[in-house]
């Protein structure tokens, strides 16, 4: 028993809709209706009725619905109270951010941010982007740190959170060059046949904006997936090998251009996207907790 199975069952609850409920959870739609599956195994009977559209819960299904909401409030409760007793740490901004920017793009803006806060203490958990985003809503971190893109907003209620914009990032096609220095791998293809992909996973924040750039590209890239992971540092290690082109963060492959270990795989321009850094936080007069450090943080974000 997983307490996201009774999470989802809970949005499912809420929206009635299989889809609807997997986008506001950040998952693919297979993945969440076998975590409700997951759940109705646990219960030992079917709890979602789905003859019928939109989706309604089955009376055993209401009956645990009003069950998981008390469960869940007991919990966060629980940890709130924890979290109010904790008075080691107070003075520790903690950052809840993605995987490629923990890599990329946070370290030389701690530097940078240091500058102004010299005496900061921060403490960084580097998730996925879903659960990133869980981690701020259920108040585990003070800030959450992510990419934005209009195509793809992170499901944050304006009403509880605020963001600051940090800057921007470029997602493009890199490669490893040949002996001439030029990619291995082109896009587009000009006749050498689908070049191999070093690929996200479905369910990864960056896959779907690869899906933009392609979708938005001036020619059909002619792809064809090789590997996937979930992870940019991942795909970079594959494309420095020479295993295929990988769409990643400029930021990530910065010290690899300058090297020329990689080059672009695409005519400048193409096949590239800009993205924003942000940063969210609580908004203070709805914060279950407020720490002065991270308060002072934002403050002096707002200033710069």
């Not at 102004?116 to 971190?141: F, I, M, Q, W």
């Not at 609580?282 to 914060?287: F, I, L, Q, T």
Request: charged share 20%; aromatic share 8%; with cysteine.
């Amino acid at each position: 028993m997983e307490t996201k199975w009774l999470e989802d069952f809970v949005s499912l609850a809420e929206t009635r809709s299989f889809s609807r409920s997997a986008q506001l959870r950040h998952v693919t739609q297979p993945a969440f209706s076998r975590r409700i599956q997951a759940l109705e195994a646990w219960t030992g009977i079917d709890l979602v009725d789905r003859s019928v559209y939109p989706t309604r819960l089955t009376p055993a299904g209401e009956t645990l619905h009003a069950q998981a909401l008390e469960i869940l409030g007991a919990l966060q409760a629980a940890r709130n109270l924890m979290r109010s007793q904790q008075a080691a740490g107070q003075d520790m901004v903690e950052f809840a951010v993605p995987h490629t920017l923990a890599f990329t793009f946070f370290p030389h803006w701690l530097i940078d941010l240091r500058l102004r806060l010299p005496t900061l203490k921060s403490r960084l958990t580097a998730l996925n982007v879903h659960d990133a985003v869980l981690r701020l809503n259920e108040g585990g971190c003070d800030l959450l740190i992510a990419y934005h893109h209009p195509s793809q907003p992170l499901q944050l209620n304006p009403d509880r959170f605020e963001m600051l914009s940090l800057g921007s990032e470029t997602l493009a096609a890199f490669a490893k060059p040949d002996a001439n220095g030029a990619a291995l791998f082109r896009l587009p293809a000009l006749g050498a046949g689908r070049q191999p992909l070093l690929a996200y996973g479905a369910g990864a924040y960056l896959a779907r904006l690869v899906e933009v750039i392609l979708k938005q590209a001036p020619a059909p890239a002619l792809l064809e997936p090789i590997y996937e992971t979930d992870m940019a540092e991942g795909l970079k290690a594959m494309a420095l090998e020479g295993h295929g082109l990988a769409f990643l963060p400029a930021s990530s492959v910065r010290q690899e251009l300058k090297s020329q270990r990689l080059v672009a795989a695409a005519p400048p321009g193409s096949y590239e996207l800009t993205m924003e850094v942000r940063i969210y936080r609580e908004r203070p007069e709805v914060a279950r907790h407020a720490k002065p450090a991270a308060l002072a943080l934002w403050e002096s974000l707002c200033a710069a």
